[in-house]
């Protein structure tokens, strides 16, 4: 299949990108002779170590610093902080993009809006601020915490778009906000959490859109829901993503778990080119009223670099957050233990939490089943669990 103009001209532009330039001559890849997405899948992916260790370097000296950068964001990794380097043109997109979405999601025109997320050195903030105003919205920055003065300003100027993380939203529910229509949330794990967002939304009135995006410092934005709650919808026209089988590296067809993998399309600092996000999630093919098609239905639900093979499937134990989270007696402490017994895998679970039901081991089995195909031989829901989350690997003797 012949590659999208986009696709195009965002790999002219990557090749003239000096840290490309020196990754594909390592490869003996010239992006120029690429035309098809056959060839484009011979491109070599590109890792968070090698980007990290790049961007790491002083301006002066990494090849991922340009001249025309106009905001310079930062992240952190482990201890340290990275820098997130934009252009005026990638800001431009950015909004533009995100603009486009804000109309699906319901926002008008004018509408107030509050953004409760940072604005100091990190980009949350600022990236919801920017396509706000770019849509032509009024917005206020409200930053994190202060809630009963968060409160106040979203009465007295009937603010009717919030952007929250869900806690903090919830928070902000109980003081009083009758005003907020549409909820765009983020920063915590939201639509892969079975239950949670209809909790936030019972939380908030019931009467509200709830708006979740996945995203990440590297690529903002990459999926965003809209009004018609049918999944986070990848922003295809900024950009290309795959899924691969994160052991073999082969391109996975829609509808199959796997890692994602990003290219941006329009990108001039740090492009991303078949940049392995180390997410695991499902991308499938269905057309929506709002116009778009690929959706990750469940957003991210764990990481791939965590994976175990227990009976002979792939395993990743985030997985177990997410579904422990949507039953209300149960923390989110627990330990894994995967063994052998008699030659074949044994897997056990121990949750922190009551069940004054009795019925809540069965249905977490079943739950567990459906979500990783696995069958967990031995559930136990336990009163006090010393520590957790953890996962004990003792057919390696170690865990993680
Ligand atoms: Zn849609």
């Known amino acids: 299949m012949k590659l999208t103009a ?8 990557i090749s003239r990108n000096s840290f490309y ?41 990494s090849a ?11 992240s952190p990794s482990g201890k340290d902080l990275y820098p997130v380097y934009h252009t005026g043109h990638d800001l431009e997109i950015m909004h533009r993009v995100c603009a486009a979405s804000l109309e699906a999601a319901g926002v008008k025109k004018g509408d107030i809006c509050a953004v409760t997320f940072g604005y100091h050195l990190f980009i949350a903030g600022l990236f919801y601020q920017g ?16 809630s009963e003065r968060a409160v106040q300003i979203i009465n007295d100027y009937q603010v009717s778009i919030l952007v929250s993380n869900p806690t903090f939203a919830m928070k902000l529910a109980q003081m009083g906000i009758p005003s907020v229509k549409i909820l765009f949330v983020g920063g915590e794990p939201f639509t892969s959490v079975e239950g949670y967002p209809e909790m936030v939304k019972k939380a908030m009135g019931g009467e509200i859109t709830i708006i979740d995006s996945y995203s990440m410092a590297l690529c903002m934005p990459v999926a965003r829901s809209c009004k018609y709650g049918t999944g986070l919808h990848i922003m295809d026209d900024f950009v290309h993503a795959e899924i691969i089988d994160p052991g073999t590296c082969r391109v996975l067809p829609h509808g199959e778990n796997g890692e994602l993998v990003l ?17 695991l999630t499902r991308m499938e093919k269905k057309s929506c009223p709002c116009g778009r098609e690929l959706t ?23 997985q177990v957050s997410g579904i422990i989270r949507s039953f209300s007696g149960l923390s989110n402490k627990y330990r894994v233990i995967v063994s052998t017994r008699g030659g074949v895998d044994h897997l056990q679970l121990m949750v922190e939490g ?16 459906r979500d990783t195909l696995l069958a967990f031989n031995d559930i136990r829901i ?3 669990l010393e520590d957790g989350p953890s996962v004990i690997d003792e057919r390696k003797g170690r865990g993680f």
């Open 6 to 13: 986009l696709l195009v001209n965002q790999l002219e532009r």
């Open 21 to 61: 330039v020196q990754k594909m001559r390592k490869a003996g890849i010239d992006l120029s002779s690429i035309k098809t997405l056959e060839d484009f899948e011979n491109i070599p992916f590109t890792s968070t170590s090698e980007l990290l260790a790049e961007l790491k370097k002083k301006p002066s000296e």
């Open 64 to 74: 991922l610093y340009r001249e025309d950068i106009t905001r310079i964001n930062f």
């Open 131 to 146: 396509q706000l105003e770019y849509y032509g919205a009024k917005v206020i920055p409200l930053g994190p915490g202060e």
């Open 263 to 279: 290219t941006h399309l329009h990108k001039e600092a740090v492009p991303l080119l078949r940049y392995r996000t180390g997410d």
């Open 296 to 318: 990750l239905p469940r957003s991210v639900f764990g990481r791939t670099d965590e994976m175990l093979k227990v009976k002979g499937v792939k395993f990743w134990p985030s």
């Open 354 to 369: 009551s069940d004054p039901s009795g019925t809540t081991v069965d249905e977490l089995a079943q739950r567990l089943k």
């Open 382 to 384: 336990t009163a006090k």
